[in-house]
Protein backbone atom coordinates (compact mmCIF):
# COMPACT_ATOMS: atom_id res chain seq x y z
CA UNK A 1 0.00 0.00 0.00
CA UNK A 2 2.81 2.28 0.35
CA UNK A 3 4.69 1.64 -2.61
CA UNK A 4 3.60 4.01 -4.71
CA UNK A 5 4.60 7.08 -2.15
CA UNK A 6 7.02 8.86 -4.50
CA UNK A 7 4.59 9.41 -7.05
CA UNK A 8 2.60 12.21 -4.36
CA UNK A 9 5.00 15.39 -5.55
CA UNK A 10 5.63 14.04 -8.72
CA UNK A 11 1.82 14.43 -9.81
CA UNK A 12 1.05 17.68 -9.22
CA UNK A 13 4.78 18.64 -10.66
CA UNK A 14 4.16 16.98 -13.62
CA UNK A 15 0.59 18.62 -14.61
CA UNK A 16 2.25 22.24 -13.87
CA UNK A 17 5.17 21.57 -16.65
CA UNK A 18 2.34 19.92 -19.08
CA UNK A 19 0.36 23.50 -18.45
CA UNK A 20 3.46 25.69 -18.69
CA UNK A 21 4.13 23.88 -22.42
CA UNK A 22 0.71 23.41 -23.67
CA UNK A 23 -1.49 25.54 -21.19
CA UNK A 24 -1.97 27.68 -24.09
CA UNK A 25 -3.40 25.50 -26.40
CA UNK A 26 -5.95 23.61 -23.91
CA UNK A 27 -9.20 24.73 -23.27
CA UNK A 28 -10.43 26.28 -19.91
CA UNK A 29 -12.17 22.73 -18.87
CA UNK A 30 -9.16 20.76 -19.51
CA UNK A 31 -6.84 22.98 -17.67
CA UNK A 32 -9.48 22.42 -14.53
CA UNK A 33 -9.44 18.77 -15.18
CA UNK A 34 -5.72 18.09 -15.42
CA UNK A 35 -4.74 20.58 -12.62
CA UNK A 36 -7.87 19.65 -10.16
CA UNK A 37 -7.09 15.76 -11.04
CA UNK A 38 -3.21 15.85 -10.17
CA UNK A 39 -3.46 17.03 -6.73
CA UNK A 40 -6.90 14.71 -6.00
CA UNK A 41 -4.72 11.29 -7.40
CA UNK A 42 -2.04 12.57 -4.88
CA UNK A 43 -4.32 12.95 -2.10
CA UNK A 44 -5.52 9.19 -2.82
CA UNK A 45 -2.14 8.11 -2.79
CA UNK A 46 -1.52 9.43 0.21
CA UNK A 47 -4.70 8.47 2.07
CA UNK A 48 -3.93 4.74 0.69
CA UNK A 49 -0.19 4.96 1.73
CA UNK A 50 -0.98 6.40 5.16
CA UNK A 51 -3.26 3.29 6.07
CA UNK A 52 -0.09 1.42 4.69
CA UNK A 53 1.42 3.04 6.98
CA UNK A 54 -0.28 2.02 9.88
CA UNK A 55 1.06 -1.35 9.51
CA UNK A 56 4.34 -1.41 9.18
CA UNK A 57 6.27 -1.80 12.73
CA UNK A 58 8.24 1.63 13.75
CA UNK A 59 11.61 0.35 13.52
CA UNK A 60 11.21 0.17 9.96
CA UNK A 61 10.37 3.52 9.62
CA UNK A 62 10.69 6.08 7.53
CA UNK A 63 9.94 4.15 4.26
CA UNK A 64 13.03 5.98 1.69
CA UNK A 65 12.88 6.33 -2.23
CA UNK A 66 16.21 6.84 -3.16
CA UNK A 67 16.45 8.37 -7.12
CA UNK A 68 19.99 9.53 -7.44
CA UNK A 69 22.80 11.04 -5.64
CA UNK A 70 22.58 14.88 -5.96
CA UNK A 71 25.30 16.35 -4.34
CA UNK A 72 28.40 14.68 -3.53
CA UNK A 73 31.89 16.64 -2.30
CA UNK A 74 34.26 15.30 -0.23
CA UNK A 75 32.78 13.32 2.75
CA UNK A 76 29.20 15.02 2.40
CA UNK A 77 26.60 13.89 0.18
CA UNK A 78 22.55 14.94 -0.43
CA UNK A 79 20.84 12.42 -2.59
CA UNK A 80 17.60 13.07 -4.50
CA UNK A 81 15.16 11.03 -2.41
CA UNK A 82 11.73 11.04 -0.61
CA UNK A 83 11.17 9.42 2.75
CA UNK A 84 7.43 9.06 4.37
CA UNK A 85 6.71 8.58 7.91
CA UNK A 86 3.59 9.59 10.37
CA UNK A 87 4.79 13.32 10.20
CA UNK A 88 5.25 13.56 6.54
CA UNK A 89 2.22 11.58 5.89
CA UNK A 90 -0.03 13.71 7.82
CA UNK A 91 1.48 16.86 6.06
CA UNK A 92 0.62 15.17 2.31
CA UNK A 93 -2.85 14.56 3.87
CA UNK A 94 -3.07 18.22 4.41
CA UNK A 95 -1.54 19.62 1.42
CA UNK A 96 -3.09 17.44 -1.17
CA UNK A 97 -6.30 17.23 0.80
CA UNK A 98 -7.38 20.86 1.31
CA UNK A 99 -5.22 21.92 -1.59
CA UNK A 100 -7.93 19.52 -3.73
CA UNK A 101 -10.26 21.50 -2.48
CA UNK A 102 -9.25 25.23 -2.91
CA UNK A 103 -8.24 23.98 -6.41
CA UNK A 104 -11.64 23.22 -6.52
CA UNK A 105 -13.02 26.24 -4.84
CA UNK A 106 -11.00 28.26 -7.19
CA UNK A 107 -12.52 26.79 -11.01
CA UNK A 108 -15.45 28.76 -9.82
CA UNK A 109 -13.68 32.11 -8.74
CA UNK A 110 -11.32 32.28 -11.01
CA UNK A 111 -13.43 31.21 -14.22
CA UNK A 112 -13.24 34.59 -15.89
CA UNK A 113 -9.84 35.30 -15.08
CA UNK A 114 -8.11 36.04 -18.15
CA UNK A 115 -4.51 34.50 -16.72
CA UNK A 116 -6.42 31.03 -16.17
CA UNK A 117 -3.96 28.44 -17.58
CA UNK A 118 -1.05 30.66 -15.67
CA UNK A 119 -2.73 30.36 -12.15
CA UNK A 120 -3.33 26.77 -12.36
CA UNK A 121 -0.05 26.00 -13.44
CA UNK A 122 1.83 28.45 -10.43
CA UNK A 123 -0.82 26.35 -8.05
CA UNK A 124 0.05 23.49 -8.80
CA UNK A 125 4.05 24.41 -8.55
CA UNK A 126 3.11 25.44 -5.30
CA UNK A 127 1.81 22.53 -4.29
CA UNK A 128 4.51 20.59 -5.92
CA UNK A 129 6.98 22.40 -3.74
CA UNK A 130 5.16 22.14 -0.83
CA UNK A 131 5.46 18.47 -1.33
CA UNK A 132 8.88 18.42 -2.06
CA UNK A 133 9.66 20.19 1.25
CA UNK A 134 7.68 17.87 3.62
CA UNK A 135 8.52 14.77 1.84
CA UNK A 136 12.40 15.27 1.44
CA UNK A 137 14.23 12.63 3.40
CA UNK A 138 17.39 15.46 3.75
CA UNK A 139 17.84 19.05 5.09
CA UNK A 140 19.29 20.34 1.94
CA UNK A 141 16.63 18.63 -0.11
CA UNK A 142 13.99 20.51 2.35
CA UNK A 143 15.57 23.85 1.56
CA UNK A 144 14.97 23.21 -2.28
CA UNK A 145 11.04 23.14 -1.40
CA UNK A 146 11.40 25.75 0.97
CA UNK A 147 12.74 28.21 -1.92
CA UNK A 148 10.35 26.46 -4.04
CA UNK A 149 7.10 27.89 -1.94
CA UNK A 150 8.67 31.31 -1.35
CA UNK A 151 9.22 31.11 -5.00
CA UNK A 152 5.48 30.79 -5.44
CA UNK A 153 4.08 32.79 -3.19
CA UNK A 154 5.72 35.74 -5.13
CA UNK A 155 4.29 34.62 -8.42
CA UNK A 156 0.74 34.10 -6.63
CA UNK A 157 1.07 37.16 -4.46
CA UNK A 158 2.07 39.29 -6.94
CA UNK A 159 -0.52 37.30 -9.41
CA UNK A 160 -2.11 40.23 -10.65
CA UNK A 161 0.82 41.87 -11.48
CA UNK A 162 -0.63 45.02 -13.21
CA UNK A 163 -2.15 46.11 -9.86
CA UNK A 164 0.75 48.41 -8.14
CA UNK A 165 -0.19 47.08 -4.58
CA UNK A 166 -0.16 43.68 -6.17
CA UNK A 167 3.15 43.20 -7.39
CA UNK A 168 4.75 45.49 -4.20
CA UNK A 169 2.82 42.66 -2.19
CA UNK A 170 4.87 40.07 -3.53
CA UNK A 171 7.97 41.60 -3.48
CA UNK A 172 7.69 42.18 0.03
CA UNK A 173 6.94 38.85 0.70
CA UNK A 174 9.67 37.31 -1.46
CA UNK A 175 12.38 39.92 0.21
CA UNK A 176 11.20 39.41 3.88
CA UNK A 177 11.36 35.34 3.43
CA UNK A 178 15.15 36.30 2.12
CA UNK A 179 16.26 37.23 5.69
CA UNK A 180 14.66 34.49 7.37
CA UNK A 181 16.33 32.24 4.44
CA UNK A 182 19.57 33.46 4.83
CA UNK A 183 19.68 32.48 8.66
CA UNK A 184 18.21 28.99 7.54
CA UNK A 185 20.72 28.34 5.04
CA UNK A 186 23.70 29.45 7.63
CA UNK A 187 21.93 26.45 10.28
CA UNK A 188 22.19 24.03 7.51
CA UNK A 189 25.67 24.85 6.72
CA UNK A 190 26.93 23.98 10.62
CA UNK A 191 24.29 20.92 10.74
CA UNK A 192 26.38 19.73 7.35
CA UNK A 193 29.70 20.77 8.38
CA UNK A 194 29.31 19.29 11.93
CA UNK A 195 27.61 15.84 11.29
CA UNK A 196 28.62 15.39 7.58
CA UNK A 197 25.25 14.65 6.70
CA UNK A 198 22.07 16.51 5.75
CA UNK A 199 19.89 13.15 6.21
CA UNK A 200 17.44 13.57 8.81
CA UNK A 201 17.79 9.53 9.72
CA UNK A 202 21.77 10.46 9.99
CA UNK A 203 21.09 13.61 12.16
CA UNK A 204 18.48 11.56 14.51
CA UNK A 205 21.41 9.15 14.78
CA UNK A 206 23.89 12.13 16.01
CA UNK A 207 22.22 13.52 17.97
CA UNK A 208 21.16 10.18 19.85
CA UNK A 209 25.25 9.20 20.02
CA UNK A 210 25.75 12.29 21.78
CA UNK A 211 27.51 13.44 18.27
CA UNK A 212 25.83 17.35 18.55
CA UNK A 213 26.64 19.16 21.61
CA UNK A 214 23.78 21.11 23.51
CA UNK A 215 25.91 24.05 21.99
CA UNK A 216 25.82 23.07 18.21
CA UNK A 217 22.13 22.48 18.84
CA UNK A 218 21.53 25.89 20.59
CA UNK A 219 22.95 27.88 17.35
CA UNK A 220 21.67 25.44 14.79
CA UNK A 221 18.05 25.68 16.65
CA UNK A 222 18.26 29.46 16.51
CA UNK A 223 19.48 29.96 12.74
CA UNK A 224 16.81 27.59 11.74
CA UNK A 225 13.87 29.22 13.36
CA UNK A 226 14.62 32.62 12.44
CA UNK A 227 14.24 30.85 8.91
CA UNK A 228 11.10 29.59 10.27
CA UNK A 229 9.87 33.17 11.74
CA UNK A 230 10.38 34.33 8.06
CA UNK A 231 8.53 31.43 6.16
CA UNK A 232 5.25 31.48 9.39
CA UNK A 233 5.25 34.85 9.70
CA UNK A 234 6.18 35.42 13.31
CA UNK A 235 7.82 38.28 15.43
CA UNK A 236 9.43 40.07 13.56
CA UNK A 237 8.93 38.52 10.13
CA UNK A 238 5.69 38.72 9.94
CA UNK A 239 4.60 41.92 8.06
CA UNK A 240 4.78 40.06 4.76
CA UNK A 241 1.54 37.84 5.12
CA UNK A 242 -0.99 40.61 5.63
CA UNK A 243 0.17 42.28 2.53
CA UNK A 244 -0.32 38.29 0.64
CA UNK A 245 -4.11 39.60 0.67
CA UNK A 246 -3.68 41.11 -2.39
CA UNK A 247 -3.50 38.10 -4.26
CA UNK A 248 -6.31 35.63 -5.41
CA UNK A 249 -8.37 34.92 -2.50
CA UNK A 250 -7.93 30.75 -2.97
CA UNK A 251 -4.04 31.79 -2.75
CA UNK A 252 -4.77 33.06 0.67
CA UNK A 253 -6.29 29.86 1.77
CA UNK A 254 -3.73 27.99 0.31
CA UNK A 255 -1.06 30.03 1.46
CA UNK A 256 -2.20 30.46 5.38
CA UNK A 257 -3.97 27.12 5.77
CA UNK A 258 -2.29 24.20 3.80
CA UNK A 259 1.33 25.08 2.81
CA UNK A 260 4.07 28.03 3.56
CA UNK A 261 3.42 29.14 6.45
CA UNK A 262 3.23 25.36 7.90
CA UNK A 263 6.65 24.82 6.82
CA UNK A 264 7.99 26.38 9.69
CA UNK A 265 5.99 24.18 12.43
CA UNK A 266 6.68 21.03 10.25
CA UNK A 267 10.34 21.83 9.65
CA UNK A 268 10.63 22.41 13.89
CA UNK A 269 9.27 19.44 14.38
CA UNK A 270 11.03 17.19 11.96
CA UNK A 271 14.21 18.80 13.45
CA UNK A 272 13.01 17.85 16.62
CA UNK A 273 15.85 15.95 17.85
CA UNK A 274 17.97 18.82 17.56
CA UNK A 275 15.63 21.13 19.57
CA UNK A 276 15.19 19.00 22.26
CA UNK A 277 18.63 18.88 23.15
CA UNK A 278 18.50 22.93 23.32
CA UNK A 279 16.45 24.37 26.22
CA UNK A 280 17.73 27.91 25.15
CA UNK A 281 16.13 27.20 21.74
CA UNK A 282 13.13 25.84 22.57
CA UNK A 283 12.18 28.80 25.02
CA UNK A 284 12.71 31.38 22.38
CA UNK A 285 10.42 29.39 20.26
CA UNK A 286 7.87 29.45 22.95
CA UNK A 287 8.01 32.92 23.49
CA UNK A 288 8.30 34.12 20.39
CA UNK A 289 5.17 32.06 19.42
CA UNK A 290 3.22 33.06 22.81
CA UNK A 291 3.84 36.90 22.11
CA UNK A 292 2.96 36.60 18.19
CA UNK A 293 -0.56 35.10 19.15
CA UNK A 294 -0.89 38.18 21.54
CA UNK A 295 0.42 40.41 19.15
CA UNK A 296 -0.97 39.62 15.98
CA UNK A 297 -4.65 39.31 17.88
CA UNK A 298 -4.22 42.87 19.40
CA UNK A 299 -3.94 44.13 15.71
CA UNK A 300 -7.41 41.96 14.52
CA UNK A 301 -9.29 43.48 16.34
CA UNK A 302 -9.07 46.51 14.96
CA UNK A 303 -8.97 45.79 11.38
CA UNK A 304 -11.64 46.40 8.71
CA UNK A 305 -10.71 44.23 5.63
CA UNK A 306 -12.16 40.60 6.00
CA UNK A 307 -8.62 39.15 4.68
CA UNK A 308 -6.78 41.00 6.33
CA UNK A 309 -8.61 40.45 9.98
CA UNK A 310 -8.02 36.14 8.72
CA UNK A 311 -4.25 37.04 7.70
CA UNK A 312 -3.54 38.33 11.52
CA UNK A 313 -5.55 35.30 12.83
CA UNK A 314 -3.37 33.42 10.61
CA UNK A 315 -0.28 34.90 12.18
CA UNK A 316 -2.09 34.12 15.71
CA UNK A 317 -2.67 30.54 15.13
CA UNK A 318 1.00 30.18 13.80
CA UNK A 319 2.16 31.14 17.04
CA UNK A 320 0.31 28.53 18.90
CA UNK A 321 1.58 25.96 17.21
CA UNK A 322 5.09 27.29 18.29
CA UNK A 323 4.24 26.97 21.77
CA UNK A 324 3.41 23.51 21.21
CA UNK A 325 6.93 22.94 20.14
CA UNK A 326 8.66 25.45 22.38
CA UNK A 327 7.08 23.44 25.18
CA UNK A 328 8.14 20.02 23.42
CA UNK A 329 4.74 19.08 22.86
CA UNK A 330 5.72 18.48 19.31
CA UNK A 331 2.41 16.74 18.16
CA UNK A 332 0.13 19.32 19.98
CA UNK A 333 1.60 22.05 17.77
CA UNK A 334 1.07 19.57 14.55
CA UNK A 335 -2.33 18.93 15.79
CA UNK A 336 -3.15 22.33 15.87
CA UNK A 337 -1.83 22.83 12.50
CA UNK A 338 -3.53 19.72 11.15
CA UNK A 339 -7.29 21.68 12.83
CA UNK A 340 -6.33 25.14 11.36
CA UNK A 341 -5.76 23.96 7.73
CA UNK A 342 -9.66 23.28 8.17
CA UNK A 343 -11.03 25.98 9.86
CA UNK A 344 -8.69 28.63 8.12
CA UNK A 345 -9.05 27.47 4.49
CA UNK A 346 -12.96 27.32 5.33
CA UNK A 347 -13.18 30.47 6.38
CA UNK A 348 -10.39 32.39 3.64
CA UNK A 349 -12.88 30.11 1.55
CA UNK A 350 -16.23 31.42 2.81
CA UNK A 351 -14.81 34.95 3.05
CA UNK A 352 -14.06 34.51 -0.70
CA UNK A 353 -17.34 33.59 -0.98
CA UNK A 354 -18.86 36.59 0.50
CA UNK A 355 -16.44 38.70 -1.71
CA UNK A 356 -18.00 36.83 -4.92
CA UNK A 357 -21.30 37.93 -3.64
CA UNK A 358 -20.62 41.53 -3.14
CA UNK A 359 -18.57 42.16 -6.48
CA UNK A 360 -15.18 42.13 -4.42
CA UNK A 361 -15.98 44.16 -1.48
CA UNK A 362 -14.00 43.72 0.98
CA UNK A 363 -14.67 46.31 4.11
CA UNK A 364 -17.25 44.59 6.71
CA UNK A 365 -18.17 47.94 7.61
CA UNK A 366 -20.18 47.91 4.16
CA UNK A 367 -21.95 44.78 4.95
CA UNK A 368 -24.29 43.56 7.59
CA UNK A 369 -27.44 41.49 7.28
CA UNK A 370 -25.86 38.97 4.91
CA UNK A 371 -27.07 35.79 6.83
CA UNK A 372 -30.60 36.25 4.91
CA UNK A 373 -29.17 36.15 0.95
CA UNK A 374 -26.15 33.56 1.64
CA UNK A 375 -27.61 30.29 3.38
CA UNK A 376 -24.75 28.06 2.62
CA UNK A 377 -21.81 31.02 3.11
CA UNK A 378 -23.45 31.83 6.65
CA UNK A 379 -23.30 28.13 8.76
CA UNK A 380 -20.13 27.47 7.20
CA UNK A 381 -18.12 30.49 7.72
CA UNK A 382 -20.05 30.20 11.12
CA UNK A 383 -18.16 26.49 11.92
CA UNK A 384 -15.60 27.99 11.01
CA UNK A 385 -15.42 30.65 13.56
CA UNK A 386 -16.32 28.32 16.53
CA UNK A 387 -13.48 26.21 15.62
CA UNK A 388 -10.90 28.52 15.60
CA UNK A 389 -12.35 30.64 18.90
CA UNK A 390 -11.72 27.45 20.50
CA UNK A 391 -15.54 26.44 21.18
CA UNK A 392 -15.92 22.82 22.81
CA UNK A 393 -16.58 19.91 21.03
CA UNK A 394 -15.10 21.39 17.58
CA UNK A 395 -11.58 20.57 16.20
CA UNK A 396 -10.01 23.77 17.31
CA UNK A 397 -10.69 23.48 20.97
CA UNK A 398 -9.06 19.88 20.78
CA UNK A 399 -5.90 21.03 19.53
CA UNK A 400 -5.67 24.76 21.04
CA UNK A 401 -6.33 22.37 24.32
CA UNK A 402 -3.53 20.18 24.14
CA UNK A 403 -0.97 23.12 23.53
CA UNK A 404 -2.16 24.90 26.41
CA UNK A 405 -2.36 22.14 28.72
CA UNK A 406 0.81 20.82 27.89
CA UNK A 407 2.51 24.21 28.06
CA UNK A 408 1.05 24.47 31.87
CA UNK A 409 1.91 20.95 32.91
CA UNK A 410 5.26 21.45 31.33
CA UNK A 411 6.15 25.02 34.22
CA UNK A 412 6.20 27.48 31.26
CA UNK A 413 3.13 29.26 32.94
CA UNK A 414 4.26 32.47 30.68
CA UNK A 415 3.46 31.20 27.65
CA UNK A 416 0.34 29.40 28.67
CA UNK A 417 -0.57 32.59 29.94
CA UNK A 418 -0.09 34.08 26.43
CA UNK A 419 -2.58 31.61 24.91
CA UNK A 420 -5.03 32.06 27.24
CA UNK A 421 -4.76 35.98 26.26
CA UNK A 422 -4.30 35.19 22.37
CA UNK A 423 -7.41 32.82 22.89
CA UNK A 424 -9.74 35.60 24.27
CA UNK A 425 -8.89 37.99 21.87
CA UNK A 426 -9.14 35.04 19.09
CA UNK A 427 -12.73 34.51 19.97
CA UNK A 428 -13.69 38.35 20.42
CA UNK A 429 -12.12 38.90 16.82
CA UNK A 430 -13.96 36.88 15.02
CA UNK A 431 -17.14 36.79 16.17
CA UNK A 432 -16.74 40.62 15.74
CA UNK A 433 -16.21 39.75 12.22
CA UNK A 434 -19.28 37.05 12.23
CA UNK A 435 -21.90 39.79 13.68
CA UNK A 436 -20.38 42.87 11.19
CA UNK A 437 -20.52 40.78 8.48
CA UNK A 438 -24.04 38.49 8.89
CA UNK A 439 -26.03 40.20 11.53
CA UNK A 440 -27.25 43.20 12.00
CA UNK A 441 -28.92 45.89 9.47
CA UNK A 442 -27.66 45.95 6.06
CA UNK A 443 -24.66 48.34 4.71
CA UNK A 444 -24.34 47.28 1.53
CA UNK A 445 -24.12 50.02 -1.22
CA UNK A 446 -26.00 50.49 -4.18
CA UNK A 447 -24.39 48.32 -6.86
CA UNK A 448 -23.27 45.48 -4.23
CA UNK A 449 -26.60 44.88 -3.02
CA UNK A 450 -27.85 45.25 -6.66
CA UNK A 451 -25.72 41.94 -7.23
CA UNK A 452 -25.81 40.00 -4.04
CA UNK A 453 -26.10 36.21 -4.78
CA UNK A 454 -24.84 33.02 -3.25
CA UNK A 455 -21.97 31.25 -4.65
CA UNK A 456 -22.37 28.19 -7.63
CA UNK A 457 -22.06 24.75 -6.28
CA UNK A 458 -18.18 24.76 -7.31
CA UNK A 459 -17.78 26.88 -4.76
CA UNK A 460 -20.27 26.43 -2.07
CA UNK A 461 -19.64 22.27 -1.75
CA UNK A 462 -15.95 22.84 -0.67
CA UNK A 463 -17.17 25.17 2.12
CA UNK A 464 -19.54 22.32 3.26
CA UNK A 465 -16.50 20.13 3.03
CA UNK A 466 -13.99 21.94 5.45
CA UNK A 467 -17.24 22.74 7.49
CA UNK A 468 -17.34 18.82 8.47
CA UNK A 469 -14.00 18.19 8.80
CA UNK A 470 -13.66 21.46 10.90
CA UNK A 471 -15.99 19.45 13.26
CA UNK A 472 -14.88 16.57 13.77
CA UNK A 473 -11.23 16.68 12.35
CA UNK A 474 -10.29 16.87 16.05
CA UNK A 475 -12.07 13.59 17.49
CA UNK A 476 -8.83 11.88 16.58
CA UNK A 477 -6.77 13.50 19.60
CA UNK A 478 -8.93 13.81 22.68
CA UNK A 479 -7.36 15.07 25.84
CA UNK A 480 -6.35 12.21 28.22
CA UNK A 481 -9.16 12.95 30.85
CA UNK A 482 -11.17 11.04 28.30
CA UNK A 483 -8.23 8.05 28.29
CA UNK A 484 -5.00 7.37 28.18
CA UNK A 485 -5.38 5.88 24.48
CA UNK A 486 -7.93 8.78 23.47
CA UNK A 487 -5.01 10.99 21.74
CA UNK A 488 -4.64 9.05 18.65
CA UNK A 489 -2.57 11.61 17.00
CA UNK A 490 0.47 11.43 19.56
CA UNK A 491 0.51 7.96 19.60
CA UNK A 492 0.82 7.88 15.45
CA UNK A 493 3.30 10.71 15.44
CA UNK A 494 5.08 9.28 18.60
CA UNK A 495 7.87 7.24 16.02
CA UNK A 496 8.90 10.82 13.94
CA UNK A 497 9.26 13.01 16.86
CA UNK A 498 11.29 13.76 19.93
CA UNK A 499 8.99 14.86 22.43
CA UNK A 500 10.33 16.15 25.65
CA UNK A 501 8.05 14.64 29.26
CA UNK A 502 5.51 17.45 30.55
CA UNK A 503 4.47 16.74 33.81
CA UNK A 504 1.96 15.03 35.29
CA UNK A 505 -1.25 16.58 36.30
CA UNK A 506 -4.26 15.75 38.07
CA UNK A 507 -7.99 14.68 36.14
CA UNK A 508 -9.36 17.65 38.13
CA UNK A 509 -6.73 19.93 36.80
CA UNK A 510 -6.83 19.01 33.54
CA UNK A 511 -10.86 19.35 33.78
CA UNK A 512 -10.19 22.71 35.33
CA UNK A 513 -7.62 23.68 32.72
CA UNK A 514 -9.95 22.66 29.82
CA UNK A 515 -12.99 24.75 31.38
CA UNK A 516 -10.50 27.83 31.82
CA UNK A 517 -9.96 27.76 28.32
CA UNK A 518 -13.77 27.34 27.11
CA UNK A 519 -15.01 29.79 29.50
CA UNK A 520 -12.96 32.39 28.28
CA UNK A 521 -13.59 31.66 24.36
CA UNK A 522 -17.27 31.87 25.21
CA UNK A 523 -16.94 35.00 27.04
CA UNK A 524 -14.79 36.24 24.04
CA UNK A 525 -17.62 35.48 22.27
CA UNK A 526 -20.02 37.21 24.44
CA UNK A 527 -17.85 40.53 24.69
CA UNK A 528 -17.78 40.79 20.85
CA UNK A 529 -21.45 40.19 20.95
CA UNK A 530 -21.90 42.90 23.74
CA UNK A 531 -19.80 45.41 21.97
CA UNK A 532 -21.62 44.92 18.66
CA UNK A 533 -24.94 43.40 18.58
CA UNK A 534 -26.11 44.68 22.01
CA UNK A 535 -24.68 47.35 22.65
CA UNK A 536 -23.18 48.57 19.06
CA UNK A 537 -22.72 52.16 19.98
CA UNK A 538 -19.56 51.03 22.71
CA UNK A 539 -16.84 50.51 19.77
CA UNK A 540 -17.51 53.86 18.93
CA UNK A 541 -17.31 55.31 23.04
CA UNK A 542 -14.07 53.09 23.40
CA UNK A 543 -12.96 54.91 20.27
CA UNK A 544 -13.59 57.84 21.46
CA UNK A 545 -12.58 57.44 24.82
CA UNK A 546 -9.07 55.83 24.08
CA UNK A 547 -8.27 57.39 20.31
CA UNK A 548 -4.51 56.67 20.38
CA UNK A 549 -4.89 53.21 21.80
CA UNK A 550 -7.37 52.45 18.62
CA UNK A 551 -4.75 54.32 16.24
CA UNK A 552 -2.43 52.18 17.60
CA UNK A 553 -3.60 48.98 16.87
CA UNK A 554 -5.49 49.95 13.71
CA UNK A 555 -1.93 51.26 12.06
CA UNK A 556 -0.65 47.81 13.48
CA UNK A 557 1.75 49.27 16.08
CA UNK A 558 3.41 51.42 13.29
CA UNK A 559 5.56 48.18 12.47
CA UNK A 560 5.59 48.45 8.56
CA UNK A 561 6.18 52.10 8.81
CA UNK A 562 9.30 51.38 11.79
CA UNK A 563 10.73 48.76 9.03
CA UNK A 564 10.70 51.37 6.51
CA UNK A 565 12.06 54.43 8.63
CA UNK A 566 14.80 52.12 9.70
CA UNK A 567 15.63 49.44 7.07
CA UNK A 568 14.11 50.74 3.78
CA UNK A 569 14.98 53.71 3.52
CA UNK A 570 18.49 53.64 4.42
CA UNK A 571 19.28 50.89 2.53
CA UNK A 572 17.89 52.92 -0.49
CA UNK A 573 19.77 56.40 0.23
CA UNK A 574 22.50 53.77 0.73
CA UNK A 575 22.07 52.26 -2.49
CA UNK A 576 21.51 55.70 -4.54
CA UNK A 577 25.01 57.21 -2.65
CA UNK A 578 26.83 53.93 -3.96
CA UNK A 579 25.24 54.32 -7.10
CA UNK A 580 25.73 58.04 -7.29
CA UNK A 581 29.11 57.81 -5.94
CA UNK A 582 30.87 54.73 -7.18
CA UNK A 583 28.59 52.51 -9.87
CA UNK A 584 28.31 55.63 -11.91
CA UNK A 585 31.66 57.92 -11.44
CA UNK A 586 34.03 54.24 -10.98
CA UNK A 587 32.52 51.41 -12.71
CA UNK A 588 30.68 53.70 -15.43
CA UNK A 589 33.52 56.02 -15.20
CA UNK A 590 36.41 53.67 -16.18
CA UNK A 591 33.97 51.52 -18.39
CA UNK A 592 33.24 54.48 -20.47
CA UNK A 593 36.61 56.15 -20.07
CA UNK A 594 38.31 53.01 -21.90
CA UNK A 595 35.69 53.00 -24.51
CA UNK A 596 36.23 57.02 -25.28
CA UNK A 597 40.21 56.22 -25.51
CA UNK A 598 39.67 53.46 -27.80
CA UNK A 599 37.60 54.97 -29.91
CA UNK A 600 39.79 58.52 -29.56
CA UNK A 601 43.04 56.21 -30.92
CA UNK A 602 40.45 54.48 -33.56
CA UNK A 603 40.16 58.31 -34.92
CA UNK A 604 43.53 58.92 -34.72
CA UNK A 605 44.82 55.10 -36.86
CA UNK A 606 42.31 55.70 -38.92
CA UNK A 607 44.02 59.00 -40.63
CA UNK A 608 46.64 56.46 -41.71
CA UNK A 609 43.92 53.56 -42.94
CA UNK A 610 41.47 55.71 -45.46
CA UNK A 611 41.45 52.79 -47.89
CA UNK A 612 42.73 55.19 -51.02
CA UNK A 613 45.75 54.57 -52.58
CA UNK A 614 47.08 58.27 -53.14
CA UNK A 615 46.65 58.55 -49.53
CA UNK A 616 49.17 55.06 -49.15
CA UNK A 617 51.32 56.81 -51.93
CA UNK A 618 51.86 60.41 -49.83
CA UNK A 619 52.73 58.76 -46.72
CA UNK A 620 55.33 56.53 -48.64
CA UNK A 621 56.41 59.68 -50.55
CA UNK A 622 56.76 61.66 -46.64
CA UNK A 623 58.27 58.22 -45.50
CA UNK A 624 61.00 57.93 -47.68
CA UNK A 625 62.03 61.93 -47.78
CA UNK A 626 62.01 61.76 -43.92
CA UNK A 627 64.47 59.13 -44.05
CA UNK A 628 66.46 60.45 -46.71
CA UNK A 629 66.84 63.55 -44.97
CA UNK A 630 67.74 61.88 -42.14
CA UNK A 631 70.52 60.11 -44.08
CA UNK A 632 71.90 63.08 -45.49
CA UNK A 633 71.98 64.42 -41.79
Request: with cysteine; charged share 10%.
Amino acid sequence: MTDFFWLIPLLPGASALLLVIFGRWLPKKAVSWLACLSVLASFLISLVSFFGLTRIAPENLPLVKFFFRWIEAGVFRADFSFQFDPLSSIMTLVVTGVGFLIHLYSVGYMGQDRSYTRYFAYLNLFTFAMLILVMSSNIVLLFVGWEGVGLCSYLLIGFWFERPRAASAGKKAFLVNRIGDAAFLLGIFFIVSNIGSGEFREINEAVKAGGVSPALATLVGLLLFAGATGKSAQIPLYVWLPDAMEGPTPVSALIHAATMVTAGVYMVSRMSYVFSLSGAALEIVGIIGGLTAVFAGTIAIAQNDIKRILAYSTISQIGYMFIGCGVGAYAAGMFHLYTHAFFKSLLFLAAGSVMHALSGELDIRRMGGLRRHLPLTYPTFLVGAVAIAGVPFLSGFFSKDAILTRAFASGHYLVWGLGIVGAVLTAFYMFRLVFLTFFGEERLDHEAGAHLHESPPVMTVPLVVLAFFSIVAGYVGLPVVFGEKADLFSRFLEPALRSLPGGHLGIGTEWLLILVAAALALAGIYWAYFFYLKSPQTPHLFVARFPRMYRLLYNKYYVDEAYEKLFVRPVVRGSEFVYDGFDLRVIDGTVNGAASAAGFSGRILSLFQSGLIKDYALIFLLGVVLFVGWLLM
